[in-house]
Nanobody
Framework: QVELVESGGGLVQPGGSLKLSCAAS????MAWFRQAPGKDREFVAS????????YYADSVKGRFTISRDNAKNTAYLQMNSLKPEDTAVYYC??????????????????WGQGTQVTVSS
């Protein structure tokens, strides 16, 4: 069993920045998903174990950056230029995922508890 521990959520004004962290051990593909009230969980970003490839949802491309530090067993999501529509619970996920499933919730076995991100003035 892999435990994912997230941190870094909070309240930020539009245009602001937040950085989420997710601690997890193992050679897994790591990803971030988010879920707003009344909506399905949606893909945000994912990264392979060797950090050689990363993928983003169109809605966050150019504003969010996913990275990982394997020495610290930690993945990060740097979120810049935040918008009110980015408000959601953000979930970290991990799995032995093939490339074609890296944007799909079904591609991940392990999930964090979620951290709230609220973008509001």
């Amino acid at each position: 069993q892999v435990e994912l521990v997230e941190s870094g959520g909070g309240l930020v004004q539009p245009g602001g920045s937040l950085k989420l962290s997710c601690a997890a051990s193992g050679r897994y593909v790591m990803a971030w998903f988010r879920q707003a009230p009344g909506k399905d969980r949606e893909f945000v970003a994912s990264i392979k174990w060797n950090a050689g490839s990363s993928y983003y949802a169109d809605s966050v491309k150019g504003r969010f950056t996913i990275s990982r530090d394997n020495a610290k067993n930690t993945a990060y999501l740097q979120m810049n230029s935040l918008k009110p529509e980015d408000t959601a619970v953000y979930y970290c996920a991990a799995g032995n995922t093939i490339t074609s499933m890296m944007r799909d919730v079904r591609g991940y076995t392990y999930w964090g508890q979620g951290t709230q991100v609220t973008v509001s003035s």
